[in-house]
């Protein structure tokens, strides 16, 4: 069964730090990986995906993921943070091979010091 | 091209009442979604359609039915509410089509308090 854990249900940083947010994924088969980020008050919306081609993948507004098969993560970064980015950011896990379901984890809200 | 539309964006029931949520997609997608989120619970599977005329339990079905009118719109009902069932719910919609990849795209979400 697949599963993903996101360390961290809160996470702070300082305006202009680096951001970094933790997944590990579990899945018996190559899965499709996914970002999403939700601003206060608003639906999901995609940030980035691994769908097996280059294992670091690049987003929406400065964000990328490196996809570590070895260390089962997917872990999502940003070189510098800014105000807006302050969300909630979940990262999800699909089995491709399987079904249309995708299984999010439980979210890590980012917290941004000015 | 809307995306995901979802009516109400809020409402308020008492125990007991009954309502449908609202969801249509314009995107052609064959899968739907309900979920609910809940604070320090990420989101939860409710139902899923993965293409017209059938649906399928996900995690947390219980309390709720489904309908999955016709390929654009897909209704979650509540019987008989409970306070448990005060959340964030959202709809959601994927395709399955060769070469894509299951991403799923995501309406603004309704607030339902349940008193």
């Known amino acids: 069964a697949q599963s993903v854990t996101q360390l961290g249900s809160h996470v702070s940083v300082s305006e202009g730090a680096l951001v970094l947010l933790r997944c590990n994924y579990s899945?018996?088969?190559?899965?499709?990986l996914f970002w999403y980020v939700q601003y206060p008050n608003q639906g999901l919306q995609l940030l980035l995906k691994?769908?097996?081609?280059?294992?670091l993948v690049k987003g929406i507004n400065g964000f990328e993921a490196e996809f570590k098969k070895s260390e089962t993560s997917f872990h999502l970064t940003k070189p510098s943070a800014h105000m807006r980015d302050a969300a909630e950011y979940f990262c999800?896990?699909?089995?491709?091979?399987?079904?249309?379901?995708?299984?999010f984890g439980k979210g890590t809200r980012l917290h941004i010091l000015p | 091209n809307a995306g995901v539309t979802q009516t109400p964006k809020f409402q308020v029931l008492k125990t007991g009442q009954s309502m449908t949520l609202q969801c249509a997609q314009d995107?052609?997608?064959?899968?739907m979604y309900w979920y609910r989120q809940d604070p320090g619970m990420g989101l939860r599977l409710i139902y899923y359609?993965?293409?017209?005329?059938?649906?399928d339990k996900g995690e947390v079905p219980n309390g709720y039915n489904v309908s999955r009118l016709n390929k654009r719109e897909f209704s979650l009902r509540l019987e008989s509410a409970a306070p448990s069932q005060t959340s964030v719910y959202f709809c959601?919609?994927?395709?399955?089509?060769?070469?894509?990849?299951?991403?799923?795209?995501f309406g603004p979400g309704t607030r339902l308090t349940v008193t």
């Open positions: 359609s993965a293409s017209e005329g059938t649906t």
């Open positions: 899945s018996s088969v190559p899965p499709y």
């Open positions: 959601a919609s994927s395709s399955h089509r060769a070469l894509e990849t299951y991403e799923q795209y």
């Open positions: 999800a896990v699909s089995d491709k091979n399987r079904d249309d379901k995708i299984i």
């Open positions: 995107m052609n997608h064959n899968s």
């Open positions: 691994y769908t097996s081609a280059a294992t």
